[in-house]
């Protein structure tokens, strides 16, 4: 069975720094592209930060580029995202997901992913 549990979500102050992570069982996360989107409230789900199954860079969606960092963990079967500079608009609920097929570029559609994780809330204060 295949479970993503995430965990570092909560309150943070604008210009500060978060981290999340989301521990990954039932698949291999070297085999996987994942991602990772958000819901902020009253919105859709959007797509954050994705990576390839090989690894490599993360690919962001714009409003985080240079601020937001998608990291791996082959050994632990981990992934995070960190948060440097968060700004109030970066309020939602977080969402680590793991695509379906294995060996596949990252999407930013949330089609191609279909194991969530539980979700975690963050907030960023003014």
């Known amino acids: 069975q295949v479970q993503l549990v995430e965990s570092g979500g909560g309150l943070a102050q604008a210009g500060g720094s978060l981290r999340l992570s989301c521990a990954v069982s039932?698949?291999?996360?070297?085999?996987?592209?994942m991602g990772w989107f958000r819901q902020p409230p009253g919105k859709e789900r959007e797509f954050v930060a994705g990576?390839?199954?090989?690894?490599?860079?993360?690919y962001y969606r714009d409003s985080v580029k240079g601020r937001f960092t998608f990291s791996r963990d082959n050994a632990k079967n981990t992934i995070d995202l960190q948060m440097n500079s968060p700004k109030p608009e970066d309020t939602a609920v977080y969402y680590c997901?793991?695509?379906?097929?294995?060996?596949?570029?990252?999407?930013?559609?949330?089609?191609?992913?279909?194991?969530w994780g539980q979700g975690t809330q963050v907030t960023v204060s003014s």
């Open positions: 997901a793991v695509q379906r097929r294995p060996y596949r570029s990252y999407s930013s559609d949330a089609y191609e992913y279909d194991y």
């Open positions: 039932g698949r291999t996360v070297s085999s996987y592209g």
């Open positions: 990576i390839n199954w090989n690894g490599g860079r993360g």
